[in-house]
């Protein structure tokens, strides 16, 4: 999660004030602090693993962008990421499931195991009987991008109890404003 001392292009004990030369040092020219899936147990959960993607997520619609690519935003990851999480949309708080794959599985066309680019826009909620909320299960569907050619090929799910279907959605569709004149976004 966070780079050790020795990984630093100076030692920090050496940073007396905080200047933006210290924080690219610190990032050692990294823009984003990326969240290291090998951490450990304890450090990474599901919830932890979920925040990091909705981060990746709320960056890449500032930038205009409706995907992120996995190795912008995780380190040491494998085939993707999954697990449980709780979503505070304003007016609740929803349990959601989710498997999100970062890497493709082998296949005849040669972009096997290579990076896929996960879609943040776009949302197409299911309704299905499922285990996980019994009849009550919403799949809100989302698109990846194939590796080689940027077009659409699957779709991830997030699955949460259908009562919270329209809160994660207005929360997953936000977007923020870059007020790149004034370094400000909202």
Request: hydrophobic letters at 35%.
């Amino acid at each position: 999660m966070v780079r050790s001392v020795a990984s630093l292009k100076k030692p920090l004990m050496m940073l007396t004030t905080v200047t933006g030369e210290s924080v690219a040092n610190i990032f050692d020219g990294n823009q984003i602090l990326k969240l290291d899936l090998m951490a450990g147990k304890n450090i990474i959960t599901g919830q932890r693993k979920f925040d990091q993607f909705l981060f990746a997520s709320d960056l890449s619609k500032v930038f205009g962008l409706d995907h992120f690519l996995p190795n912008q935003y995780f380190s040491n990851y494998g085939y993707g990421i999954s697990g449980k999480a709780n979503l505070d949309y304003g007016a609740g708080n929803a349990l959601i499931y989710y498997n999100i794959p970062f890497l493709r599985e082998s296949t005849f066309d040669g972009s096997g195991n290579r990076t896929i680019q996960i879609g943040v826009t776009d949302l197409a909620p299911k309704f299905t009987s499922g285990q996980l909320f019994g009849g009550k299960t919403s799949n809100i569907r989302l698109p990846l991008y194939h590796p080689i050619t940027g077009n659409r090929f699957d779709r991830y799910e997030l699955s949460i109890h259908r009562s919270h279907e329209n809160g994660v959605i207005k929360r997953l569709e936000r977007t923020f404003i870059n007020k790149s004149k004034s370094g400000f976004l909202d």
